[in-house]
């Protein structure tokens, strides 16, 4: 009798330890990093090559927004560029008649200044000869001032101008919509054809190669838990089995909260829990919103 007690009591305990090694130590759900991508111009959706489900690789161009009323303004703005620099002055013929004239003078100077010595000019002639020498060389000087005044007040309309084409070759680089992260197509908002305004959501993409599980653990497992630890992740197979999954905790939340509503009961709502992120790499099989479990190695 008291081996057949001894065996009734073991067959009880056996499967009451095997159940506390298998308890979990947190619960969670699978969640992965999303991106909204949004339209950066206004206008017309001329071409849209996005469907749900479509992997789309990083910088890839998925998309056009009409850009045609941006290319004319650009056009415009380019020509009244063109116009004001068409009246600025030429400077240099100008500048070269006098120089010119000045060169002729400085001869004759040179020839008065010679004759003077060999007492075969007055000095008056001299005095007169310098005299249009300077002023050639003052009119020089005040002509080239008011060349280059004309030039850079020109030069100077033409700037806000210039600043106006930069504002619209921005402004048609996006009417891109560039694909900004490689990832799954969550969710397609728009159609081809449609009008889009700047800000709109235009599709929904998230990288699925990897997915952090968000679970949630009590202020005694806490101490157990660092950044770049590696845990275990369970899922539900059939029949009551598990799918285990190598984890790595990526961030572990320095504030206690309430646990989330869809924890089971009432009463483990009302408990303060820590939030950690755990990131698991996924073969296609996890999805976003996916229960799961999170077990950590024994101590």
């Known amino acids: 009798m008291r081996t057949v007690f001894n065996v009734i009591v073991l067959a009880i305990m056996l499967p009451a330890c095997r159940s506390n090694d298998d308890n979990a130590d947190a619960y969670g759900n699978f969640e992965a990093i999303e991106t909204v991508v949004s339209a950066e111009g206004t206008g017309k959706l001329l071409s849209f090559a996005v469907e749900e489900g479509m992997t789309l690789p990083a910088d890839t161009i998925v998309g056009w927004i009409d850009s045609t009323q941006l290319s004319l303004k650009k056009s415009q703005v380019r020509a009244n560029i063109k116009a004001v620099l068409s009246k600025i002055p030429e400077t240099a013929p100008q500048l070269e008649v006098i120089r010119e004239q000045i060169a002729t ?3 004759e100077q040179l020839r008065i200044q010679n004759l003077v010595k060999a007492s ?6 001299l005095d007169d000869v310098n005299a249009q020498v300077a002023v050639l060389e003052k009119q020089y000087r005040s002509l080239a001032s008011t060349l280059n005044t004309q030039v850079s007040g ?5 700037q806000p101008l210039e600043a106006q084409v930069l504002q619209l070759n921005d402004q048609l680089r996006q009417s891109r919509i560039v694909n900004p992260v490689s990832g799954t197509v969550l969710t397609k908002y728009v159609e081809k054809g449609e009008v889009v305004n700047y ?7 998230a990288d699925l190669s990897s997915l952090l599980l968000r679970a949630y653990v009590g202020e005694e497992q806490l101490g157990l838990l660092k950044i770049g630890q590696q845990v275990t992740v369970r899922t539900d197979l059939p029949e009551g089995k598990y799918h285990e999954w190598p984890g790595t905790v990526t961030w572990v939340s320095a504030e206690a909260e309430f646990t989330p509503k869809e924890i089971q009961t009432k009463e483990e709502r009302t408990n303060l829990v820590y939030a950690v992120k755990v990131k698991v790499q996924n073969d296609g099989s996890l999805k976003i919103g996916m229960p799961a479990e999170l077990k950590l190695a024994k101590q």
Do not use: D, I
Not at 120 to 125: D, F, R
Not at 154 to 158: F, G, K, L
């Open 105 to 107: 003078q400085k001869r």
């Open 120 to 125: 075969a000019a007055t000095t008056k002639q």
């Open 154 to 158: 020109y030069s100077s309309e033409t």
């Open 199 to 205: 800000g709109k959501p235009l599709y929904k993409v």
